[in-house]
């Protein structure tokens, strides 16, 4: 029925129907459109605005997130940057430290160095003093064989006959003995 009526309508001459920017087929473009709407809504509209809800709701979770990981990724910031500050005086520190234990480790050596020099010292002055012993005793016994040989020698070139018969009676009347 409605449909006829709007057939007549645009089956008349009216006037009105043709006024510019007041079309009758604006108005039932529109009645279409608001029923199509209306029709979408009804069907779809609980599943589209609970899925925007929901869409919503997850987005709203990932802000929070992020601002906690931001929040978060500021607080590491500041703790590597406090690190960063303090890191100077961290290796100076450190320099001196080892400059200590270098310089403790120095007098160490040296002291080790003048123990060993001292025991090293003493050795020495020990075997100089048994090798001259030794070498006093060798000359000492050098010079007794020496001598002997020496005296052995002079008593050979300078005895004569005589002397030697003299020393052969008189030993032999030393053992208790006569000769003729």
């Not at 048994?130 to 052995?152: C, M, N, P």
Request: net charge neutral; hydrophobic share 40%; proline share 2%.
């Amino acid at each position: 029925m409605y449909l006829s009526v709007l057939l007549m309508a645009f089956e008349g001459e009216s006037s009105w129907l043709d006024y510019p920017g007041f079309e009758l087929w604006k108005f039932f473009n529109l009645a279409l459109f608001i029923a199509g709407v209306f029709i979408l809504h009804r069907v779809f509209g609980r599943p589209i605005s609970e899925a925007l809800r929901a869409r919503r709701e997850s987005i709203k979770a990932e802000l929070i997130r992020a601002r906690q990981e931001r929040d978060e990724a500021l607080k590491q910031l500041a703790e590597v940057e406090a690190r960063l500050s303090n890191l100077d005086s961290e290796v100076e520190a450190i320099r001196q430290r080892s400059k200590s234990e270098a310089e403790a480790e120095r007098e160490r050596i040296k002291q080790a160095t003048e123990v060993e020099l001292a025991k090293l010292r003493e050795s020495a002055r020990r075997e100089i003093e048994g090798a001259g012993k030794a070498a006093i005793t060798e000359l000492r016994q050098f010079a007794s064989r020496q001598s002997v040989q020496l005296a052995e020698e002079l008593i050979r070139r300078e005895i004569r006959p005589e002397d030697e018969e003299r020393l052969i009676r008189l030993r032999v009347e030393g053992l208790g003995g006569r000769t003729n």
